[in-house]
């Protein structure tokens, strides 16, 4: 069993950056998926980036703002977050998988998830 644990949101200003981090407790993560998601009140989860075998995928809405990454060293992800505006308001959850997609913005390919953290953005 995976546990993931993210750290980093809060309440920011239109225009501010945070940066969300996901500490993973397997030594093997370093070869799993990953991916974050957002979820807002009333809508679906959607991914807003992406890692796997190939390039990052981001969604069009934080293209040119948001950076996934990772620090195998400490087996921790994280979500760089620039440029912010209230539509980036959501709880954001981090999850990994064991199998090793290209990517996947799927939220049923992930086995493993964070607990969430909310990011609130004011304008």
């Known amino acids: 069993q995976v546990q993931l644990v993210e750290s980093g949101g809060g309440l920011v200003q239109a225009g501010d950056s945070l940066r969300l981090s996901c500490a993973a407790s397997a030594r093997t993560f370093t070869t799993y998926s990953l991916g974050w998601f957002r979820q807002s009140p009333g809508k679906e989860r959607e991914c807003v980036a992406a890692w796997g075998q190939g390039p990052a995928y981001y969604a069009d809405s934080v293209k040119g703002r948001f950076t996934i990454s990772r620090d195998n060293a400490k087996n921790t992800v994280y979500l760089q977050m620039n440029s912010l505006n209230a539509e980036d308001t959501a709880v954001y959850y981090c999850?990994?998988?064991?199998?090793?997609?290209?990517?996947?913005?799927?939220?049923?390919?992930?086995?493993?998830w964070g607990q969430g953290t909310q990011v609130t953005v004011s304008s």
């Open positions: 999850a990994a998988d064991p199998r090793q997609y290209y990517y996947s913005t799927v939220p049923q390919d992930y086995t493993y």
